[in-house]
């Protein structure tokens, strides 16, 4: 029976939190709403219209949800050709994929902007599948991207470790059964996503590959 290996992307294995941050944040402000980036780093990770929900509450317009997030896919589509993949990034995958692992990508974005990660990241030939916000009903935290990342895979959650940087992704991979690893590139402290889930962390991808020998891969 195989391995799989599934990775958030965000954060994870492209250096975008940030420019997530303030492209939010550029839309908020262009929509009338003042929402502080601290509370906006925090809500990457979602899917955009989780994230409104969580930003703005149940009592905003909803009708201006979409612009919203058509403002935000626009500003951050500004990026597309210059993201930059987080160290050893593709190195890790093409690792991990020789080392027999099935390498599955489980994340919110979509399209052109999964694409632009794809590139970024350089490491196709490694990736076996992609679970995206378009294949399931709920986003992370829910479980069912992590899930559905183990369907592409062909195997069970106790044969799978979920590497992300953010509590949603630990919350989805602990609700999904599998073995979560937390890393600290996309900008979150390490007691939350220990407490949300993560039973190892490491810095980044170029920590986590250094660590193969005696890390969750071993």
């Not at 906006?40 to 703005?56: N, Q, T, V, Y």
């Amino acid at each position: 029976m195989g391995r799989a290996a599934v990775f958030d992307v965000d954060g994870t294995l492209v250096d975008t939190n940030h420019l997530h941050t303030v492209t939010w944040w550029e839309s908020f402000r262009q929509a009338g709403h003042t929402v502080p980036m601290h509370a906006i780093h925090r809500a990457i990770g979602l899917g955009s219209d989780d994230l409104i929900a969580h930003l703005l509450g149940d009592d905003r317009d909803k009708d201006a949800d979409e612009e919203l997030s058509a403002a935000h896919k626009a500003l951050y589509g500004q990026y597309f050709d210059r993201l930059p993949a987080l160290a050893d990034a593709g190195r890790l995958l093409r690792r991990l994929h020789q080392d027999g692992w099935t390498v599955v990508l489980a994340t919110s974005a979509g399209g052109a902007e999964l694409g632009a990660l794809r590139r970024a990241i350089d490491a196709d030939d490694a990736i076996a599948a992609t679970a995206s916000a378009d294949d399931v009903d709920q986003g992370k935290p829910a479980p069912e991207p992590v899930e559905h990342a183990l369907e592409l895979a062909g195997v069970p959650a106790e044969r799978a470790v979920f590497v992300g940087d953010t509590v949603w992704d630990m919350q989805a991979g602990s609700r999904a059964g599998v073995r979560c690893v937390g890393v600290l590139c996309g900008g979150i402290p390490r007691s939350d996503l220990v407490e949300a889930g993560a039973e190892e962390i490491y810095d980044d991808p170029a920590h986590l590959l250094a660590s193969l020998a005696d890390g969750p891969f071993a």
